[in-house]
Nanobody, 124 residues
Framework: QVQLVESGGGLVQAGGSLRLSCAAS????????MAWFRQAPGKEREFVAG????????RYADSVKGRFTISRDNAKNTLYLQMNSLKPEDAAVYYC?????????????????WGQGTQVTVSA
């Protein structure tokens, strides 16, 4: 059973940057696709970015392309999300997720494991 714990959220001004981390325990994530999702109040959870098991293939939501970068360090069992040029509309709870697939990174919400989330607030 993989446990995921996010960290790095907080309050930032528009145009600023944050780096989220997701530490995994209870098992290795090296064979899992990993992703970040987010959910703003009153909205559905949405895919933000994903990376395949090797780190060589990534996918991004159109709204974050060119601003966010997902990466992973399998040796540290950790996933990252570097968020630059943040906008007020990026404010949400950000969730880390893991899926057993070795194929294309899924963009839907049917991941096997989820973290508890970390709050990102962006002031205008």
């Amino acid at each position: 059973q993989v446990q995921l714990v996010e960290s790095g959220g907080g309050l930032v001004q528009a145009g600023g940057s944050l780096r989220l981390s997701c530490a995994a325990s209870g098992g290795t994530i090296s064979t899992y696709a990993m992703a970040w999702f987010r959910q703003a109040p009153g909205k559905e959870r949405e895919f933000v970015a994903g990376v395949n098991w090797s780190g060589r293939s990534t996918r991004y939501a159109d709204s974050v392309k060119g601003r966010f970068t997902i990466s992973r360090d399998n040796a540290k069992n950790t996933l990252y999300l570097q968020m630059n040029s943040l906008k007020p509309e990026d404010a949400a709870v950000y969730y880390c997720a893991a899926d057993r697939t070795l194929g294309v990174v899924p963009m839907g919400p049917h991941y096997d494991y989820w973290g508890q989330g970390t709050q990102v607030t962006v002031s205008a």
